[in-house]
């Protein structure tokens, strides 16, 4: 690890957990949520995050199938309509700078999702992306989470 950012500021780490409590607070389904940080995780290479929400995510019950095919959730018929949506806005979020935030995938969030849950599933983004940061540039060593 380059830096103990959960020592050197802890601050910073209270700010960002509160971030998630509210996230987890909302009426969002934690496997979604799952899925979402994920997905994130994958488009970012954070082996750290992929490692535990994996665990997490089978904590939940999720299926070893869909998680192993996440990264081509477009292609896979066993995600719902609600899922293609959060991985979609995801996907657009994450890759901000090439995406630009579609209306076309906006307006499929929220079909799907009321305003409420658009927001926390947008700061449920913004978290998971912030967290991937930590974890790749400051290098969190990988393998020795375990699922609570």
Same mark, same amino acid.
């Given at each position: 690890m380059r830096v103990d950012?959960?020592?050197?500021?802890?601050?910073?780490?209270? +700010?960002?957990?509160?971030?998630?409590?509210?996230?987890? /607070?909302?009426?969002?389904?934690?496997?979604?949520? #799952?899925? !979402?940080?994920m997905r994130a995780s994958q488009l970012n290479g954070c082996a750290y995050c992929l490692d535990m929400h994996s665990k997490d995510a089978r904590a939940r019950g999720e299926s070893e199938q869909r998680l192993y095919v996440l990264n081509a959730w477009r292609e896979a018929p066993f995600y719902s309509e609600r899922e293609r949506a959060a991985l +979609?806005?995801?996907?657009?979020?994450?890759?901000?700078? /090439?995406?630009?935030?579609?209306?076309?995938?906006? #307006?499929? !969030?929220?079909?799907?999702?009321?305003?409420?849950?658009?927001?926390?599933?947008?700061?449920?983004i913004v978290a998971i992306n912030g967290w991937n940061r930590f974890a790749v540039g400051l290098r969190s060593p990988v393998g020795h989470y375990v699922s609570p």
């Open positions: 950012f959960r020592r050197v500021f802890p601050e910073a780490m209270r +700010a960002m957990a509160g971030l998630e409590e509210a996230v987890h /607070e909302s009426s969002l389904e934690p496997e979604l949520l #799952e899925l !979402v940080k +979609a806005w995801c996907e657009a979020l994450t890759l901000l700078p /090439e995406t630009a935030a579609p209306d076309d995938v906006y #307006e499929q !969030v929220a079909a799907e999702f009321g305003e409420e849950q658009v927001v926390a599933l947008t700061l449920a």
